[in-house]
């Protein structure tokens, strides 16, 4: 059994071609196994969100700018904050991607 993750409540561990996330609270363990399509998935969903996240910094920027300049202020920070979204996604994209990969062998 390989070790991605350790802290903890949370351990990310491949088992065979299986990603195993165990999950510990007090007093008890739990184990979900996740297979390589489910992770193919989840990479597909976290990379259109990527792009979702872009498209919505930009009509969040243009659509909620009000006259006043502190409207338009607020809309920019909005829209900045969820544009920094879109790296994140971007990232666990191709982590789950590559963890797809390497469990599929």
């Known amino acids: ?61 243009a659509l909620t700018g009000g006259d006043a300049a502190e409207s338009k202020a607020h809309a920019e920070r909005f829209g900045i904050f969820i544009g920094l979204w879109a790296p994140t996604f971007f990232a666990l994209s191709t982590r789950l991607d590559r963890l797809a990969e390497s469990g599929a062998k």
């Open 1 to 61: 059994m390989r070790q991605l993750i350790a802290c903890p409540d949370v351990s990310l561990q491949f088992l065979s071609s299986h990603l195993v996330v165990v999950l510990a609270g007090k007093n008890r363990l739990k184990a979900t196994f996740v297979n390589p399509s489910q992770l193919k998935t989840l990479s597909s969903i976290c990379f259109a969100l990527a792009f979702a996240s872009i498209i919505g910094s930009i009509a969040v920027w």
